[in-house]
């Protein structure tokens, strides 16, 4: 098997099995979806939905890759080293028992060590394009949760749209001064599901008749409308509703231009999966 040319700082850490300084590696903070795979064989290691941010310094991950990754004991006798199961190249160090999420390990994995390959890229190796949708329906915790689920959504990520405040916090949302509202951007692959499908399922996972909110949850923060990217999805979403209203539903849902998608905090993304809790104000309810 050929592999990559290292630098000799590449060389340093994934042969000599080195350490890069924490807070410097370029995959410490980031949160993007697509795949992580090994700097010197290519070998995918780690999926995007498997990083979290646990603040130590490294890029942490809660899972592998099935059979991507081998654990051996380290040189010093105490903690695990890992390494690419491919090329025995060296990725870091895997640690349990500490709680940080529901499958309590975290894989303290050196930057240099990876390369990474978007969403977007891999659908387009495969001949495939991605496209993405953006709906507000109260709380995203609960919206991401239940469209990641549906077969063809690559994945979900929450965030905030339709406000006046560049990359806003959690806080200033919440402090209904900013006009952004709650919104799940959903990156999905157009040849599984459509829009039509995800709207429609949209629709059936939260109230379209509350206008004050979400369940318990109250503010205009909370307020359901769907961002639409062109007229066609324009169509399919006025189309869905007055199909609702039809059925005697005073549907609130606004329909609004795409605007710009801020990312929520790291903590809330994939809220329920790490925490193991279920949602408290969403669920299926057939209405097509």
Known sequence: MTYKKLTPEEQWVIINKGTERPFTGKYNEFFETGVYTCKQCGAPLYRSEDKFPSHC????????????????????????????????GHL???????????????????????????????????????????????????????????PGVVAV????????????????????????LETVEVLYDPAQVDFETLTKLFFEIHDPTQDDGQGPDLGPQY????????????????????????????????????????????YHQDYYVKTGKTPYCHRYQKRF
């Open 223 to 266: 307020a359901s409308a769907v961002f639409v990217n062109d007229d066609e999805e324009r169509g399919i979403v006025d189309k869905l509703i007055a199909l609702l209203e039809n059925k005697g539903l005073d549907v609130v849902t606004r329909v609004l231009p795409m605007q710009r998608f801020w990312r929520a905090e790291e």
């Open 57 to 88: 310094g490294w890029p942490s991950f809660d899972d592998e890759i099935e059979g991507a990754v081998r654990r051996e004991v380290d040189a010093d006798g105490r903690r695990t080293e890992i390494l690419c199961a491919n090329c025995g």
């Open 157 to 180: 990520v929450s965030g905030y749209m339709g406000g006046h405040v560049d990359n806003p916090s959690y806080q200033q949302v919440c402090g209904k001064t900013t006009g952004h």
């Open 92 to 150: 870091g160090h895997v640690f349990e028992g500490e709680m940080l999420t529901a499958k309590n390990q975290r894989h303290c994995v050196n930057s240099i060590s990876m390369d990474f390959v978007s969403a977007e890229e891999l659908a387009s190796k495969k001949g495939g394009e991605l496209k993405k949708a953006y709906f507000a329906g109260g709380c995203f915790w609960g919206v991401e949760h239940l469209l990641q689920q549906v």
